[in-house]
C-alpha cells in the first residue's frame, strides 16, 4: 500500500508540474487556477448556483464567496435572483466573462495538444484510457459499457488479463497462463464459423471478455469467461453471460464449462442462469487445492 501511495504521489507532482497547476496565474492569464475552474462551471453549467460549486469542488463557503465578489468587481461575473425562488442566486458569465472563458479555453487546448504532440495515435488512445480508469476507480461512477465482437488484438490481450488476475488474485503459476495459451492458440487453428468471442469495452478499455467454442454433437464450450475487478459491481459478467447463451440457443442444443471451487462470484453467477454442476475434480496443476468443477446448461 505504502508503495502505491507513493507511485500515486509521484504521478501528481509531475502532473501537476507538467500543466503548471502551481503557478499563481492559470496559463500566464490574470486567473488563478481556482478561479478559471469556476469560470469554467459557470459557464458550462446551466443554473450554477455557489451551493453548487461548493459542491463540487468543496470549497469553503467564506472563500468561495471572496472569490465570487472578486470575479464580479472584475466584470466577468454576474449574480442574479431566481425567478422561481428569490432566495437562489444564479450565476452567470458576462459578455466579458464569456469572452475570457473563451481564451482559457483555447489556451487549455493548446498546452495539452502540445503536450502530447510526440505521442503517436496509439499512445493518446492508451493515455485517455488510463485517464478514463482513474477516473472510474476514484469517483465509483457507473461507467457505461458496450459488447462487441472480437478482433485483431483481443486475444492476446485476453491471454494477458487471464494470466495477470489469476496470478495477482489467486496466486495461480505460469502453467496456467501456458493453457490459456494453448486453449486460444486451439482455438485460432481450428475456429469455425460458429464459433465468438465478445468483449465488453468501456470508453476503448476491454473490461471483460467471453467466448463460445463448438465442439460434438451441436455441443459448444464456454471460455475465456472474466470481467475486470473495477467494473465487476456493473453488471459485466451478467451481460457478457446472456450474449453467449442468447448465441448458443439458436446454434447449440447444450453449454458446458469448467470453473473452480473458489470462484463463488463466478459459480452464483451460472447458477442464476440454471447451470448445473455435473462433475468436480482436484487440479493441483496450477495451484495446491484447487478444484475444477463442470457445469452444463441444456439449451
Not at 497547476?21 to 500566464?28: A, E, I, M, P, Y
Not at 489556451?107 to 477516473?135: H, P, R, T, W, Y
Not at 497462463?177 to 468483449?199: P, T
Not at 478499455?205 to 473495477?230: C, D, M, T, V
Request: net charge positive.
Amino acid at each position: 500500500m505504502q508503495t502505491s501511495v507513493g507511485r500515486i504521489r509521484e504521478f501528481n507532482r509531475y502532473y501537476t508540474n507538467a500543466l503548471g497547476l502551481l503557478n499563481t496565474h492559470f496559463l500566464d492569464s490574470k486567473y488563478s487556477l481556482t478561479e478559471a475552474r469556476i469560470l469554467y462551471e459557470i459557464g458550462n453549467t446551466n443554473l450554477c448556483t455557489a451551493s453548487d460549486l461548493v459542491q463540487l469542488f468543496g470549497f469553503d463557503k467564506g472563500y468561495l464567496s471572496r472569490t465570487l465578489k472578486q470575479l464580479e468587481r472584475n466584470g466577468v461575473v454576474v449574480r442574479k435572483k431566481s425567478k422561481e425562488d428569490t432566495r437562489i442566486l444564479n450565476l452567470s458569465l458576462s459578455k466579458k466573462g464569456k469572452q475570457e472563458l473563451t481564451v482559457l479555453n483555447k489556451a487549455s487546448n493548446e498546452q495539452i495538444a502540445n503536450l502530447i504532440k510526440q505521442a503517436s495515435a496509439f499512445e493518446i488512445g492508451e493515455l485517455v484510457s488510463a485517464m478514463d480508469m482513474i477516473k472510474h476507480i476514484l469517483a465509483g461512477n457507473k461507467a457505461p459499457f458496450s459488447i462487441r465482437e472480437s478482433k485483431a488484438g483481443d486475444l492476446g490481450y485476453i491471454i494477458h488479463r487471464h494470466a495477470l488476475l489469476y496470478q495477482a488474485e489467486y496466486e495461480f503459476n505460469d502453467v496456467f497462463e501456458h493453457y490459456v495459451i494453448n486453449g486460444i492458440s486451439d482455438y485460432l487453428k481450428n475456429r469455425s464459423a460458429l464459433d465468438k468471442v465478445w468483449i465488453a469495452e468501456s470508453n476503448d478499455r476491454i473490461i471483460g471478455a467471453i467466448g463460445i467454442i463448438h465442439s460434438e454433437n451441436k455441443s459448444a464450450q464456454l471460455r475465456w469467461f472474466y470481467s475486470e475487478p473495477a467494473y465487476r459491481n456493473l453488471g459485466v459478467g451478467k451481460k457478457l453471460l446472456t450474449v453467449a447463451i442468447e448465441y448458443s440457443r439458436q446454434h447449440f442444443s447444450d453449454l458446458s464449462l469448467w470453473t473452480l471451487h473458489h470462484l463463488a462470484a463466478a459459480r452464483n453467477l451460472y447458477n442464476r442462469f440454471n447451470f448445473i454442476l455435473t462433475d468436480s475434480k482436484p487440479n493441483d496443476v496450477w495451484k495446491p487445492g484447487l478444484v475444477e468443477e463442470r457445469w452444463e446448461l441444456k439449451l
